[in-house]
């Protein structure tokens, strides 16, 4: 399955160009009549070209969980079709407990269908739905990246994504639950043309025109909502990388004229996901406010489970390292909006500990695939009993997150590194940089009365937050927490 859908994807990136080009060339021109002149900062957190900025001035390092949230990720029908699957629902407690595991923002995937599920006709009770969840995230603390969510195209032949009316062709079969048969559906020709037709340079079907009119008409309802961090474009498109970064500046530039207060996330094609790297951009990305997105999945979809066997720190490295250099020459912060692995895949705890270490070596922010799940692989941070209806935390899973860590960083970074043998935190920072603001660092309830802080070698104090397990302690230099 792999390799189908990267030889897919690299045929369609080598036969496009010519065509990705005209549509950047006008996507660029959307740009210029939709940017205002000037920079325009966005809220909460705003953009310096290559880190997240609280209003502090400080780099914010984000460390979220993806959510998806029953009656918002929309895998049902209304003609009596099966269900593609279970979702759970998102309660109080739910985002509370997120909070106090040291999360600090949602990134909550909604559908297409669910937003527009006849042409031109928004779904205004929907989209209070998703409203519920933004409000449940921010009422406990949360920010919000909204993410404009699919797999396999659309749930009536694949899992999730776009309505009926914007398959092209249409469907030969509709298909149901329970969902068994995910690889097979991702690579169908109902999907594959579907994608395709999406994404054909020039739009000759007018689908982009629907979908970035659906998209302003959200963005325009979050617009100014104080937790919404800003929305993401479009997850994981499986066509070639010219038609997803003409498509992303498009689809950019719209988002941004509906909403200029708010950031946009793109993500790379998700031939990303398996090749673990993808070509640079030559110039940067061309919308104000923009933050490179990808997914890190460093062999966690091989059929082989080989490489998770026989796994090392050093065969990680890469895949982060790529990100970051990805998105400086986009000229953009790094969002890692997927990673993550299932808690029985052969050595999860290391694979979890080295991407702890890596994205916060090189400053990436991160959300964490996935809170709770009832179907598929049974990831994320609780265990489903079907037979009592209940969720239990799985301890394993909630202790990869149970580190001290920075969540602030004040100044010019010249060191950000979390030791997993140690659970040690080490954050240099160039001296009389960070001008008395505070760094602001996450310690989990575990380790409240145990964990000790030194700048410079001196003993350091402050308060923690007992919500969110944050404190702030001002150093010049080096500051070191231990739990």
């Known amino acids: ?15 496009v160009r010519a065509s990705a080009t005209t549509l950047a060339v006008a996507a660029a021109g959307l740009v210029a009549c939709s940017e205002p002149p000037g920079r325009t900062p966005t809220s909460p957190l705003d953009s310096d070209g290559r880190h997240l900025r609280d209003e502090r001035g400080r780099i914010a390092l984000l460390r979220g969980v993806n959510a998806r949230v029953q009656g918002v990720f929309d895998v049902t029908f209304d003609d009596g079709r099966t269900p593609v699957e279970d979702i ?18 949602l990134r909550l995937p909604i559908n297409w269908s669910g937003v527009e599920p006849q042409r031109d006709v928004f779904d205004e009770a929907y989209l209070d739905r998703v409203d519920a969840a933004v409000t449940c995230a921010a009422d406990a603390g949360l920010l919000v990246v909204i993410d404009l969510h699919q797999d396999a195209y659309s749930k009536e032949i694949g899992e999730d994504g776009a309505p009926l009316w914007a398959i092209v062709p249409p469907p030969e ?11 097979q559906r991702r690579t169908s020709t109902q999907v594959t043309r579907a994608f395709d037709s999406f994404f054909a340079a020039g739009d000759p079907h007018g689908l982009q ?47 941004r004229a509906a909403a200029p207060r708010k950031l946009v996330f793109f993500e790379p094609s998700a031939i990303r996901n398996f090749t673990d790297g993808v070509p640079t951009a030559d110039a940067p990305f061309p919308v104000d406010g923009a933050v490179y997105a990808p997914h890190v ?54 694979w979890m500990g ?89 310690v989990p309830e575990a380790r409240a009365a145990t964990f000790t802080a030194t700048c410079d070698g001196a003993p350091v104090t402050g308060a923690r937050d007992a919500a969110s397990g944050m404190i702030e302690l001002a150093c010049e230099g080096v500051l070191e927490v231990s739990p």
């Open 173 to 183: 079969m509709l298909l149901e639950g329970p969902l068994t048969d995910l690889d």
């Open 297 to 350: 999945y460093t062999f966690v979809f091989r059929a082989d489970p080989t490489a998770l066997e026989q796994l090392t720190p050093a065969d990680l490295e890469p895949s982060v390292a790529l990100a970051r250099v990805e998105a400086e020459a986009w000229g953009t912060p790094l969002w890692i909006g997927e990673f993550g692995v299932g808690p029985r895949t052969p050595n999860a705890d290391l």
């Open 209 to 255: 025109a629907e979908f970035l009119a659906m998209l302003e008409h959200v963005a325009r309802r979050w617009a100014d909502h104080p937790a919404v961090i800003g929305f993401e474009i479009f997850n994981e498109p499986t066509v070639g990388f010219a038609l997803v970064d003409a498509f992303n500046i498009a689809a950019a530039a719209a988002l």
């Open 354 to 442: 080295v991407q702890h270490e890596l994205h916060d070596r090189y400053l990436a922010s991160n959300a964490f695939w996935l809170w709770k799940e009832e179907s598929q692989g049974a990831w994320g941070l609780f265990d489903w009993d079907p037979l009592a209806a209940t969720w239990t935390e799985r301890p394993q899973v909630v202790g990869w997150f149970q580190r001290v860590r920075a969540s602030r960083l004040a100044g010019t970074v010249v060191e950000n590194r979390w030791d997993r043998t140690t659970g040690r935190l080490r954050l240099e920072i160039a001296r009389g940089s960070a001008r008395g603001v505070p760094h602001e660092i996450f």
């Open 1 to 15: 399955m792999v390799r189908k859908i990267v030889s897919r994807i690299a045929r369609a990136s080598t036969t």
């Open 88 to 105: 759970p629902p998102l309660t109080a407690d739910d985002c509370r407990r997120m909070r106090a595991l040291g999360f600090d923002h």
